[in-house]
């Protein structure tokens, strides 16, 4: 039985050496695996810190181009309300041309040479004064 004892012996420290080089090789794997994971989450970290630069990025490039976009509108809503002002001017302007041209058609020669102009052509000229231009037509009287 001694032999038989020592064999088992012999066998079960084969079989325990066999079990630690089994659990040595467990044991790297699993230190790989961890090693491994620990790569995988960083890299994991990076891509989604990198995404989202990249989100903000896009976010911000749009709100940059809606601003200018705004801008643009703004631009343009003021340049047509001028131009509708202007347009406006230009129409109460033509309408009271247009009714002095009448005013000096009826005028009579006498008034002419007495220099007694329409009264329209005075409305035009304390209205449109900055153009200055109809200062030779106007009564002194009228404009002091």
């Known amino acids: 039985m001694s032999e038989d004892l020592e064999n088992e012996l012999k066998n079960m420290r084969l079989e325990l050496i066999q079990r630690k080089s089994d659990i040595k090789l467990i044991e790297e794997k699993l230190e790989y695996c961890q090693n ?46 001028i131009t509708k002002e202007l347009l406006d001017d230009s129409r109460d302007e033509i309408i009271l041309l247009r009714e002095i041209i009448e005013d000096f058609k009826n005028l009579a020669i006498f008034d ?33």
Do not use: M
């Open 36 to 81: 491994r994971l620990l790569d995988i989450r960083n890299e994991k970290y990076d891509l989604q810190k990198q995404i989202n630069e990249y989100e903000t990025l896009d976010i911000k490039t749009k709100l940059e181009e809606a601003i200018i976009l705004k801008n643009d509108f703004l631009k343009q809503k003021h340049r047509l309300e």
């Open 112 to 144: 002419f040479i007495r220099k007694k102009y329409p009264e329209s052509l005075n409305q035009h000229y304390i209205k449109y004064e900055k153009y200055s231009k109809y200062e030779k037509y106007s009564n002194d009287n009228n404009h002091k």
